[in-house]
């Protein structure tokens, strides 16, 4: 099994800056896609950004198109989200996702961090 660890969140003022990282252990593979999600109170968990392992490609949400950028770092089994621009309606639990494909539909990763709570006030 993959076993996916998000750190970084925290509080911060509205137009500001945050960047989440996500670190992957156990069971690689050959290619695989990584992913964030968020799910505010009382809302449905929606895909935020996700990046291809091996080609590099990525698929960003229009909702944070141009403020928020996914991206690898050298380890290579380690994801980052650049918030940038922050507003209220971004407040969230983060949660990180793995899957052993690309792309990926929807929700259907095959692993899930626990989350991480990022808090923009106004």
């Known amino acids: 099994q993959v076993q996916l660890v998000e750190s970084g969140g925290g509080l911060v003022q509205a137009g500001g800056s945050l960047r989440l990282s996500c670190s992957a252990s156990?069971?690689?593979?050959?290619?695989?896609?990584m992913g964030w999600f968020r799910q505010a109170p009382g809302k449905e968990r929606e895909f935020v950004a996700a990046i291809s392992w091996t080609g590099g490609s990525t698929s960003v949400a229009d909702s944070v198109k141009g403020r928020f950028t996914i991206s690898r770092v050298s380890a290579k089994r380690t994801v980052d989200l650049q918030m940038n621009s922050l507003k209220p309606e971004d407040t969230a639990v983060y949660y990180c996702?793995?899957?052993?494909?690309?792309?990926?539909?929807?929700?259907?990763?095959?692993?899930w961090g626990q989350g991480t709570q990022v808090t923009v006030s106004s």
């Open positions: 156990g069971r690689t593979f050959s290619s695989y896609t």
């Open positions: 996702a793995a899957d052993p494909k690309w792309p990926v539909r929807g929700n259907e990763y095959d692993y």
